[in-house]
């Protein structure tokens, strides 16, 4: 895959279209920012078009608009937070593509940055409308797509754009693909994989792949519980995929001696702010749901997430939102923290227990798409990372 550095000569006074993925935790209330992690990680491919001469362009969305222009959505506070990260002006387009976002290109200077109204308030962003692409890429003279989080999807800014300007990886989606690698290509041994979440058909994908190459998958969340009630364990009146049992079965046919499961839980009766928590063992009783590992679980996981050459994890031990049920996740994150091997973290949710314990400095890789990351761990191709030049 060619990155930003293979064309470093050429940039100079060249106008450089670049995806990123600004989009930002932003507070409902006020409106700030809440969360700029995605826009530091964007920094280095940008301040490297800078530094050769280019005048960059950025092109992001943020939120759900649905095609329609709302004012909440807009990136111009995100700009305005990226000039404070970079100490220096970055200029705003109130929109991506007609007069006003062509004028402010032509303003450019070299060295220079440009922010790119929201790319969603166009609904043709999201259905790869070829038109809407091309009018995107006359803003640019290269395309380099820097937003490993949208990769999975082929839409005009990260697919169709890429179809009529040279196009190459920035730096972040250089270092996913090379950490992603490490777990598929020849992963170092032993590698536990941790999956959790509520849904095994959300990543079943993903975990049948990852089967094929780990030595142990370690199964929390409520996807367990299908996993168990098919080995006709009780799960009491814990989340359940029937649909699903059978899929189950069949992965712990091929794979059990991979698959480890909790022999622990910590439950409840129902959901609420002050639950009452019951720790029971591998059987849960009627009435109770099952919400957490437990301590017996967490200890088992730990020893082996330590002991690991290559961790991956993707998705929570339970209903961590709950402070009663953080438990488990947060001792997977410990110890995939102390594992002095290497470890990747997919993204969402499970990027967010880790920085909530701030260990974020304590693992090789976060994922900043966890969507992305579940996908190329599944082992599909990724549109918007096939449409770069080799």
Not at 36 to 60: C, E, Y
Not at 94 to 110: F, H, I, N, T, W
Not at 224 to 235: D, R
Request: proline share 4%; hydrophobic share 40%.
């Amino acid at each position: 895959m060619k990155t930003i550095r293979d064309i470093a000569d050429g940039i100079a006074d060249k106008r450089v279209l670049m995806r990123v993925d600004f989009n930002v935790p932003m507070d409902k209330k006020n409106g700030e920012i809440t969360n700029d992690l995605r826009i530091r990680n964007a920094l280095p491919t940008i301040q490297f078009a800078v530094d050769a001469g280019a005048k960059v362009i950025l092109m992001s969305h943020l939120g759900r608009p649905d095609g329609e222009k709302r004012p909440e959505l807009s990136l111009e506070k995100v700009a305005v937070r990226l000039g404070e990260i970079a100490e220096c002006n970055v200029k705003f387009a109130p929109d991506c593509v007609g007069d006003e976002a062509r004028d402010a290109v032509d303003k450019l200077q070299s060295g220079e940055i440009l922010m790119l109204e929201n790319l969603r308030f166009h609904s043709e962003e999201k259905d790869n409308d070829p038109e809407f692409a091309r009018e995107l890429s006359k803003l640019g003279d290269f395309y380099v797509n820097d937003a490993f989080g949208t990769a999975h999807r082929a839409h005009a800014s990260t697919e169709g754009v890429a179809q009529f300007l040279p196009s190459v990886a920035g730096f972040l989606i250089e270092k996913e693909v090379e950490y992603l690698e490490k777990a598929l290509a020849a992963p170092e041994r032993p590698f536990v994989a941790i999956m959790g979440g509520a849904k095994v058909s959300d990543k079943i994908e993903a975990i049948r792949n990852i089967l094929k190459k780990a030595d142990a998958l370690l199964i929390g969340g409520a996807m367990a519980y299908t996993f168990l009630k098919y080995q006709g364990i009780s799960t009491g009146n814990s989340m359940v995929e029937e649909d699903k049992l059978s899929l189950a079965g069949e992965l712990l046919d091929e794979y059990g001696e991979k698959i480890v499961l909790p022999t622990d839980h910590l439950c409840a009766a129902d959901i609420n702010d002050d639950p009452e928590v019951e720790s029971v063992g591998k059987h849960i009783p009627d009435g109770l749901i099952g919400l957490d590992i437990g301590p017996e679980t967490a200890k088992l996981y730990a020893e082996r997430i330590r002991n690991a050459k290559l961790v991956t994890w993707n998705g929570p031990m339970g209903y961590f939102e709950l402070e009663a049920f953080a438990g488990g996740t947060r001792s997977v994150a410990r110890a995939v923290a102390q594992c002095e091997g290497i470890s990747i973290i997919g993204g969402g949710e499970t990027a967010e227990s880790i920085e909530q314990l701030d260990l974020q400095d304590n693992v090789s890789h976060i994922s900043t798409g966890g969507g992305a990351c579940l996908d190329y761990l599944a082992g599909k191709t990724l549109p918007g990372i096939a449409a770069l030049q080799d």
